[in-house]
């Protein structure tokens, strides 16, 4: 994990999770859009939902750390 004036400032992992969020609210909409049975496609599109909410919860992480680690190294460059 890169790190720069003593701060995280790069989460490739969390990119990583973001991706895999995504891939995995799209197959299961693939399901939903697969399954006849109309209980069946809603716990699919439910779980769509869920996927999609964590990977937003993961970008929003992720660009919180990244203004963070700007801040921080403002904050440095001004003590100097």
């Given at each position: 994990m890169p790190i720069g004036w003593g701060?995280?400032?790069m989460l490739p992992k969390l990119?990583?999770?973001i991706a895999e969020c995504y891939r995995r609210a799209h197959e299961s909409r693939e399901q939903a859009e697969r399954t006849p049975n109309p209980r069946l496609k809603?716990?699919?599109l439910d779980l769509e939902?869920?996927?999609l909410s964590l990977a937003r919860n993961y970008e929003f992480s992720e660009q919180l750390s990244n203004f963070t680690a700007k801040v921080e190294r403002q904050a440095n460059?001004?003590?100097t």
């Open positions: 701060c995280v400032v990119t990583e999770d809603q716990d699919f939902r869920r996927w460059t001004k003590r």
